[in-house]
């Protein structure tokens, strides 16, 4: 076969279906035809198929005990550091932040050491989010450099978190 006839096989696979499932119908004929005679199937396009490349494919999936059972964001109720933030830091943070090795004098193991920043300077500025160094580089991607990014609820606790004070709580 030539590529030019393989290339016409789903086509022609398509209207054979298309034909045949139209045949098995039973019609009446028009007074008008002759009933030797049968109208030609109309066959109408109404809708397209979804393209492969049209699904998004996820490159990443956080596992279940990684994530806050709950977003405290979504309640709107005050997002504790000990039992929100932490945790977070601890799972994704703590590996270049807090163990022998300390990536830019950033340490992140407790809330006194993250208040105290980095070489850089303050990492968290208390009620101001979008102004904050931490925010900006989890909100980027740009950390953690290493392993898996934090998913958007851990980012939004942390978001919250720094918008509600950045308390000790």
Aim: charged share 15%; hydrophobic share 40%.
């Amino acid at each position: 076969m030539h590529t030019k006839n393989i290339k016409k096989l789903p086509f022609l696979f398509v209207m054979g279906l298309l034909i045949a499932a139209c045949g098995s119908q039973t019609a009446d004929t028009p007074p008008s035809l002759p009933a030797t005679e049968e109208p030609a199937p109309v066959i109408e396009a109404t809708a397209t198929l979804p393209s492969l490349t049209d699904t998004p494919i996820p490159t990443e999936t956080a596992l279940p005990s990684e994530q806050p059972t709950t977003d405290p964001a979504s309640s709107g109720a005050t997002v504790s550091f000990a039992n929100d933030v932490l945790p977070i830091l601890q799972s994704r943070c703590v590996n270049c932040h807090g163990g022998d090795r300390v990536e830019e004098g950033l340490l992140l193991r407790s809330y006194e050491e993250l208040m105290a920043g980095s070489e850089n300077g303050p990492v968290v500025i208390a009620g101001d989010a979008e102004n904050s160094l931490l925010v900006e580089l989890i909100v980027t991607q740009k950390m953690p450099k290493r392993g898996a990014k934090l998913t958007p609820p851990q980012v939004q606790t942390i978001i919250d978190w720094i918008n509600q004070g950045a308390l000790n709580n």
